[in-house]
């Protein structure tokens, strides 16, 4: 399950560092891949009072409460405390000193 709020951050980082076409390519792909979670109201103010309360930013908090009202257990992101658990999601860096973290690389890899 991907939140719908990934999609948009995704294409944006993706075009800092690559050619707009390639980065329209690679987020069509995202979207095919997985299922989209538009966030809730609720989800909407869990983040605000959890910005509020300087516990995270309104949107890292709103996209991990969507991540967990869509059922996710894990979310990959370099924003956030690896190994911290927020709204019942862990947390994990992808990246490591030598590129993809084998936490990372077992949640990517499909048998």
Known sequence: MLP????PCGHVVLTRKSMTEEAKTITETMIDLFRIAPPSVAAAR???????AGRASYWDAL???????????????????????????RVINPFGERGLTPNASALLTTD
Not at 4 to 7: D, R
Not at 46 to 52: D, K, P, S, T
Not at 66 to 85: F, K, P, V
């Open 4 to 7: 719908a709020a990934l999609l």
């Open 63 to 89: 996209l991990v409460t969507t991540a967990a009202e869509a059922g996710c257990t894990t979310i990959l992101t370099e924003d956030l405390s690896h190994g911290t658990t927020i709204n019942g999601v």
């Open 46 to 52: 869990i983040a605000l009072a959890q910005a509020a």
